[in-house]
């Protein structure tokens, strides 16, 4: 089965850049998702399709996909975004829907 | 907008069937993918199943032989059967609406289900 790899965990000021890894065979040929769960609360879909931003989440949220690493990055972070990511894609030859292991992002 | 909400028993029995029930509100089930999603303590999201609005189905196959979701597009629901439960099974069962590109843009906010005797 298809495996998505992500660092458990990631520290970031307030106001720099937060890059979170995906890492999976080949993903760059497929369509990633990411999503932002705060404690307590159910995940929110940020980007789909690689890059793609839905309605109402701010343009520091933004996604790209290459070779086998997918990238979130959200630029100028505040400490709102202190929240687990986890990246998602579609397994075309299984039909499933595998996650990554979520990353922690802390705000310092 | 379309919301989801998930209802069903906070606690089942050890080897008892655990049953949920997603109602969506504000849109049709028809079209789109109804996924079911959990997530135990403290660890990551898994992926339970999806059932298509026409009542085509898909299972994790490490759930597969204890899991059956169907759909009633009359009263706008879906549901999740997970039979045969352990302490395992302890988790927050989510249900969302997954698009054609599989992304989930639209999630319940969860309910927790112990397993307990």
């Known amino acids: 089965s298809y495996v998505l790899?992500?660092?458990p965990s990631l520290s970031v000021a307030p106001?720099?850049?937060?890059?979170?890894?995906c890492g999976g065979n080949n993903i760059g040929s497929k369509s990633v998702h990411w999503y932002q769960q705060k404690p307590g609360q159910a995940?929110?879909?940020?980007?789909y399709d690689d890059s793609d931003r839905p309605s109402g989440i701010p343009e520091r949220f933004s996604g790209s996909n290459s070779g086998n690493t997918a990238t979130l990055t959200i630029s100028?972070?505040?400490?709102?975004d202190e929240a687990d990511y986890y990246c998602q894609v579609w397994d075309s030859s299984?039909?499933?829907?595998?996650?990554g292991g979520g990353t922690k992002l802390t705000v310092l | 907008q379309v919301q989801l909400q998930e209802s069903g028993p906070?606690?089942?029995?050890?080897s008892e069937?655990?049953?949920?029930?997603?109602t969506v509100s504000g849109g049709s089930i028809s079209s789109y993918y109804w996924r079911w999603i959990r997530q135990p303590p403290g660890k990551g999201l898994e992926c339970i199943g999806y059932i298509y609005y026409s009542g085509s189905t898909n299972y994790n196959p490490s759930l597969k032989s204890r899991v059956t979701i169907s759909v009633d597009t009359s009263k706008n629901q879906f549901s999740l059967k997970l039979s045969s439960v352990t302490a395992a099974d302890t988790a927050v069962y989510y249900c969302a609406r997954g698009a054609v590109s599989q992304y989930m843009d639209v999630w319940g906010k969860g309910t927790t289900v112990t397993v307990s005797s």
């Open chain 1, 15 to 21: 106001g720099q850049t937060a890059r979170i890894t």
């Open chain 1, 43 to 47: 995940p929110v879909l940020v980007v």
């Open chain 2, 10 to 14: 906070g606690l089942v029995k050890p």
């Open chain 2, 17 to 22: 069937t655990l049953s949920l029930t997603c």
């Open chain 1, 76 to 80: 100028r972070v505040e400490a709102g």
């Open chain 1, 94 to 99: 299984s039909d499933h829907v595998v996650f």
């Open chain 1, 5 to 7: 790899t992500q660092p």
